[in-house]
C-alpha cells in the first residue's frame, strides 16, 4: 500500500523534483506486531534533514498517523516515508512556492535468517568513495547514486554488505549499515562530519554505551585499523546489529561486547514505546 499526500495512489508527478534531481529525503522504519520502531526518531532525523534542505516538513503528527494506519495490520514489515521538494519548473532553481510531495509506503519485511545475528556475516571493501559535502552529511537524502555503485561491485549472496571509504581513505559505513569496531574494550565508530548517515541504530548505540560504562569514541578509521580489531558489527533500523566475521581474508570472532550490545538493544527495544 502506498499513501501519496494521504491518498492511496502509485504515481507521481513527471515533474517532481526527486524524480528530476533526487531532491528530498527519506526513511525506512521496521515494523514489529504493527508498531514503528523508533518513530519519533525517525521523524526527528527526517526533521534534520528537511530544514537542512529548507524543505517545509509536513506536520510531525500528520506523518506519525498515515505511518500508524499502514503499519495497524502488518505483523512484520517495513514503511519507507519520502519527503521531496514537489513539482517545479525545469532547472536547479527552487520554485518560490514549495509544496512538498509525502509518500509514505508498506513493504515486506526482507527475509533474512535470524542466525546471522549469532553467527555473523561475511563483508566486503568497496571501490566506490563516498564524496565529501558537509551539508549533506549525517542526513537521509535521495542522492544514493554512491550506495548503488557500490553495491554493484558484487553478486555473491555470502556477501552480505560492503565497506564504503571516504575520498580522503577512511572507513565510513557499509552500503546499507553502520559500523563498529572493538578494540581493547573500546567501541569505536566513524565520525559523520563530511559523509555518511547518522543512523538511528548508530545513535541508541552510542546513547547504550554511555549508560552502561562502555567506552565508545567516534573517530576517523583507517582501513589497517579495522582489520586490527577484536571484533566487527555493522548496524541498522531493519538489521539491528549484525556481527561481522570475515572482511575478505580477515577472520573476526563473534566476541563478548558485541553481544552485550545486541542484548541492551533488544532491551531497549522492548522497554520503550515504539512511537
Known amino acids: 500500500m ?3 499526500n494521504g491518498e492511496n495512489k502509485s504515481n507521481i508527478e513527471v515533474t517532481d523534483r526527486a524524480l528530476q534531481y533526487g531532491d528530498g529525503l527519506f526513511e525506512t522504519i521496521a515494523i514489529k506486531s504493527g508498531k514503528a520502531q523508533f518513530l519519533d526518531r525517525h521523524l526527528k532525523r527526517l526533521n534534520v534533514g528537511c530544514t537542512r ?3 517545509p516538513l509536513p506536520e510531525h503528527q500528520l506523518l506519525a498517523s498515515e505511518v500508524e494506519k499502514l503499519a495497524e495490520d502488518a505483523d512484520q514489515a517495513v514503511i519507507k516515508i519520502i519527503i521531496t521538494r514537489g513539482s517545479g519548473g525545469r532547472g536547479y532553481r527552487q520554485p518560490d512556492y514549495v509544496h512538498p510531495t509525502r509518500i509514505v509506503s508498506l513493504h515486506p519485511y526482507p527475509d533474512y535468517p535470524v542466525s546471522l545475528k549469532e553467527q555473523g556475516i561475511v563483508a566486503r571493501f568497496c571501490e566506490t568513495r563516498l564524496g ?3 551539508t549533506l552529511a549525517g542526513i537521509k537524502h535521495l542522492n544514493r547514486l554512491e550506495q548503488v555503485m557500490a553495491r554493484s561491485e558484487w553478486r ?3 556477501i552480505l554488505e560492503g565497506i564504503m571509504f571516504d ?3 577512511y572507513v565510513i559505513e557499509g552500503t546499507m549499515t553502520n559500523l563498529f569496531y572493538v578494540n581493547d574494550n573500546t567501541l569505536t565508530t566513524a565520525q559523520l562530519d563530511n559523509s555518511g548517515v547518522a543512523g538511528i541504530i548508530r545513535g541508541i548505540i552510542l546513547e547504550l554505551s554511555a549508560n552502561n560504562g562502555l567506552r565508545a569514541v567516534e573517530s576517523k578509521i583507517r582501513k589497517a585499523e579495522l582489520l ?3 571484533e566487527v558489527f555493522v548496524c541498522n533500523s531493519i538489521i539491528g546489529i549484525w556481527p561481522v566475521r570475515q572482511i575478505e581474508q580477515t577472520h573476526f570472532s563473534v566476541g563478548p561486547i558485541t553481544q552485550r550490545i545486541q ?3 533488544t532491551n531497549y527495544e522492548q522497554e520503550l514505546p515504539s512511537i
Open 263 to 265: 542484548a541492551w538493544l
Open 132 to 134: 565529501l559535502n558537509s
Open 2 to 4: 502506498i499513501l501519496i
Open 228 to 230: 586490527l580489531a577484536d
Open 167 to 169: 575520498n580522503n581513505g
Open 156 to 158: 555473491d549472496p555470502a
Open 53 to 55: 534542505l529548507r524543505i
